[in-house]
């Protein structure tokens, strides 16, 4: 497929912290115990349209994806995942809008990297897995996806918003975590990679038993 990303002049990005996420998560990466790793492509101008190739294809590999993490084929995700991937959810904390930050610093629900991530796909094939054996049934439900070329044109940043429906059990009532992520998609050869995403729950306090999934 052949895509036409000619890169634009970047707009400035804000830095402060509490700022809604640009480049490498906004402020979020750079206060996490592993964002110096982190990719800090930043989006240019403004959200590609509807009809571009480019948003086609990107809102194309969310559906896949969440096909995928549906079915729980969590080896086949992994294999979506570039090398240098942070995937990232810092916890989030209710302030006054004065005070100019809206997550805990140095505190996140996911702060990983490609191998810690592969750590815990393995986990749930042991026996040790007791938090997802029963496993959860799960429905990822994305939406209102906006994509943002980059100076790179071979990556492409992606908002998204994602509803994830868990029930596990007979008794228990489902859960359900409301979040919007911004994605870092990268080429590489004939496929697209996930380089980086950060997971901004709309929640404080998440009603649900463990995080033995990923959103």
Request: hydrophobic residues 40%.
């Amino acid at each position: 497929m052949s895509l036409d990303m000619s890169p634009t002049t970047p707009k400035p990005s804000e830095e402060k912290i509490g700022a809604r996420p640009t480049g490498n998560g906004g402020p979020y990466s750079a206060q996490s115990q592993l964002g110096a790793h982190a990719p800090t492509t930043q989006r240019v101008g403004a959200s590609l349209p509807f009809s571009d190739e480019r948003h086609l294809l990107a809102h194309h590999w969310l559906v896949e994806e969440a096909y995928i993490l549906d079915a729980q084929n969590y080896e086949d995700w992994l294999d979506l995942l570039a090398e240098d991937i942070h995937y990232l959810m810092p916890v989030r904390v209710t302030t006054a809008l004065s005070a100019g930050y809206d997550a805990a610093p140095g505190m996140a629900h996911f702060d990983e990297n490609k191998y810690s991530l592969s750590r815990r796909v393995a986990r749930f094939v042991t026996e040790h897995a007791w938090t997802e054996d029963p496993p959860s049934r799960l429905r990822h439900y994305v939406t209102n996806v906006r994509t943002f070329a980059t100076t790179d044109p071979d990556e492409l940043i992606v908002d998204s918003a994602v509803l994830l429906y868990r029930s596990r059990g007979d008794v228990r009532e489902a859960a359900v975590i409301s979040a919007g992520r911004e994605d870092l998609l990268r080429r590489d050869g004939s496929q697209w990679l996930l380089a980086r995403r950060t997971i901004l729950v709309d929640d404080s306090v998440l009603r649900t038993q463990n995080l033995a999934v990923f959103l």
